[in-house]
């Protein structure tokens, strides 16, 4: 019987394939092809690999050599383009091959049982289920008779698309310039909040999707989203345009089952259309024909631990290894998207106006909260906005992004703060719980009825969330039907998508939220957004917060006034509360001025060597005790010299301490990425050879220092 040597990969965190044995069973078995999942013993236990090469023969010693247990022949290998992507996502995020191509499969897929995969094949019609034979009734002949005469009914045409409303000329030629692109073609989609992006997206797949079906050949699309809770939304204007595709959607909030079934119809090429979050951007698609990534700016496309890699930038590398379009389209793209259409390297496809008739951009003003003194956090002139749209019968959106009630819980007389016993961070107030909340190690506590250190029964909330918000405008405007959406009204499964859908049957008349309704959402009623305390990014330590800063502004205020003009003839307004009124960040937010902020903090970065003018990778250390992970840092600095690297000093991080772990950090900087590369590849192999006690681990291009 024929045997082969194969090399597999498996999730674990060393730095190697692994080789196994594999020895026919029957004269007919062949040999697993590249990209076969199989599952072979590892250590103790049994695991699910992919095979990533094979052989003759081995350099190990053959009785060391363990046999593949099983080959899972259902389910056909992953292409050699799935492979090539992993394989540099690998590299490139410095971490073993197997870290990276295991958990991006799901669970079902990885399982030591077939179970769930045969069930999920069979739903996808890839395993026939045997029809059992019994006695058949004088009728029932009859009946299998008449059907077989029967005509089927024809199948419809997949290409027969749902109406689509006309483009303006910046749309339509954006649209053709998307789906005329030739070969790999990086394009940013600049538009305004409400100018008709996805629709854009729409008309440009659906362009590719029916000249791929001319040519007989399938055409897949992925489009990716920031965050779980615009993905409804999203899919059911896809299903709508594109009513007689396979449409599915990955993201890690689906059921395991679900999940499986989704990502093996893209496996299989079933799926012509695949909405996801970032994780989709590793699923197998071998049919990829154009990729979308909305709201490309959103820094929830960087994921922050494990594989920290960026979906944003594997989805351009994906596009460039496939020679596909990719768009990015944003409001307010990130520096490095920016900076590489001012350089030439991404087109720039422009939509300057709002798609909407007589929908214009929303007024942008500023409260001196130095002069207009807020009561309950709320300004005069805000609640006289908010109370003129009720009385229009239009819809209300005040933005926080702080969740709770408070920040924190103080007493007046001894001074007593709700420190977190595990954190350097405050336990944040949630009053309708009467619970006392770690937002970093999930601590949980009672409020307590009295100050644990002096007795004193009158503690104080300092601060607002928005559940303190909420409870003031309850009070203010007891007619008012009232909604709060964030990370704590929406933990149940399918409850955010039933708040959103409240929202647009105009059954809520204020709402108030954080980040969560910030973007991607197209509230026809609402005409009013009011910003509470955004201030506290202006002085950050991170030298990102004021891009985060503006482009949440402009997002949020993004949402007024989309459907067209107000009751009263008025665009949509917004209004920022502040003790900051004449900041340049908000000067130019009232200007709806994205050219002009970007570039003045393009000019900052070139001047201070920040990114996307210097390349950084950060080495985070963590253990019991500080001097522990300082010591390794310290060690980690001198391993290695090199003139065209920047190696820090090891400092704590800000938050050092969370869930008793004492946290520090080590940046590296360098001009060149290529030279950055191949040192952090000869610096890892000493770093993992160093005997330490603390933890450590690698993030090359960091997003939050």
């Known amino acids: 019987m024929e045997q082969r040597i194969l090399q597999v990969a498996l999730d674990a965190p060393l730095h190697t394939v692994f080789d196994y044995r594999w020895q026919a069973q029957a004269e007919d078995d062949t040999v697993p092809a590249v990209g076969q999942l199989v599952v072979v013993p590892f250590g103790r236990r049994e695991a699910v690999g992919v095979v990533v090469g094979q052989d003759a023969h081995t350099d190990l010693d053959p009785q060391k050599i363990k046999n593949v247990i099983a080959v899972r022949k259902e389910l056909p290998p992953m292409s050699a383009h799935w492979l090539v992507l992993c394989g540099f996502a690998a590299d490139y995020y410095q971490r073993p091959l197997g870290e990276v191509m295991l958990p991006g499969l799901p669970k079902n897929l990885r399982a030591l049982t077939t179970v769930a995969l045969d069930k999920a094949l069979k739903a996808l019609g890839q395993i026939s289920t045997p029809r059992k034979t019994r006695a058949r009734s004088k009728a029932a002949r009859l009946a299998e008779e008449n059907e077989a005469v029967s005509a089927p009914a024809p199948a419809p045409d997949p290409m027969q698309f749902g109406e689509a409303p006309a483009l303006n000329a910046a749309q339509q030629a954006a649209a053709d310039a998307i789906s005329g692109a030739e070969g790999f073609a990086p394009l940013l989609l600049y538009g305004v909040t409400g100018s008709g992006k996805t629709e854009v997206y729409l008309q440009a797949a659906a362009a590719i999707l029916r000249r791929a079906a001319e040519r007989g050949e399938r055409a897949q699309i992925l489009v990716l989203v920031p965050e779980i809770n615009l993905t409804p939304q999203l899919e059911g204007n896809i299903r709508a345009r594109f009513p007689h595709l396979n449409v599915v959607s990955l993201h890690s909030a689906l059921a395991e089952g679900e999940r499986a079934r989704n990502w093996l119809a893209a496996h299989l090429g079933q799926a012509q259309i695949i909405l996801g979050t970032r994780l989709a951007i590793l699923s197998s698609l071998p049919s990829l024909q154009l990729i979308v990534i909305d709201e490309e700016h959103d820094p929830s496309y960087k994921q922050q631990e494990g594989l920290r890699y960026s979906a944003r930038d594997l989805a351009v590398w994906r596009a460039h290894q496939l020679g596909i379009p990719v768009v990015l389209g944003s409001a307010t793209p990130s520096l490095e998207t920016w900076q590489h259409a001012q350089a030439g390297r991404y087109r720039r496809l422009e939509l300057r106006q709002r798609a909407a008739r007589q929908a214009v951009l929303p007024s942008v003003k500023v409260i001196d909260m130095e002069r207009d003194k807020p009561v309950d956090g709320l300004t005069s002139t805000l609640i006289a906005a908010v109370r003129k749209r009720l009385e229009q019968g239009e819809q209300s959106l ?113 709402l108030i939220g954080t980040q969560m309704v910030a973007k991607g959402h197209d509230f026809k009623k609402l005409t009013l957004v009011g910003v509470l305390n955004p201030d506290t990014a202006l002085f950050s330590h991170d030298y990102r917060a004021s891009e985060r800063l503006f482009a949440q502004l402009m997002q949020v205020a993004g949402r007024a006034g989309r459907a067209g003009l107000s009751a009263d003839g008025s665009s949509g307004e917004v209004l920022i509360q502040t003790r900051y009124p004449h900041h340049p960040l908000y000067q130019a937010v009232m200007r709806h001025d994205y050219d002009g902020f970007a570039g003045t903090l393009l000019d900052e970065r070139r001047q201070a060597c920040f990114p996307p003018f210097m390349y950084q990778a950060l080495l985070r250390a963590e253990a019991r005790e500080l001097e522990l992970a300082m010591t390794f840092l310290k060690d980690a600095s001198t391993l290695l010299e090199d003139p065209a690297i920047i190696v820090n000093e090891p400092i704590p991080m800000t938050m050092m301490r969370v869930a008793n772990v004492e946290r520090a950090q080590l940046l590296l900087e360098c001009a060149s990425r290529p030279a950055l590369q191949a040192f952090l590849k000869q610096w890892l192999a000493l770093l993992r050879q160093v005997k330490t006690r603390a933890r450590w681990s690698l993030e090359v291009d960091p997003v939050d220092i």
């Not at 007046?412 to 006392?436: K, Q, T, Y």
């Not at 100050?451 to 918000?469: K, S």
Request: net charge positive; hydrophobic share 35%; glycine share 8%.
């Open 398 to 510: 005040l933005f926080l992004n702080r969740r709770g009630y408070a920040p924190v819980l103080a007493c007046d007389a001894c001074g007593w703060i709700s420190n977190c016993m595990r954190c350097d961070a405050f336990m944040v107030v949630h009053r309708p719980e009467r619970r006392l909340r770690c937002h970093h190690c999930s601590l949980e506590l009672h409020i307590p009825r009295a100050c644990p250190t002096c007795g004193n029964v009158d503690l104080q909330p300092l601060g607002r969330g928005t559940q303190r918000v909420e409870e003031g405008l309850q009070a203010i405007f007891p007619e008012a039907r009232v909604l709060r959406i964030d990370a704590d009204s929406t933990r149940l499964k399918g409850s955010a998508q039933s708040a959103f859908d409240s929202v647009h049957r105009g059954e809520v008349d204020i």
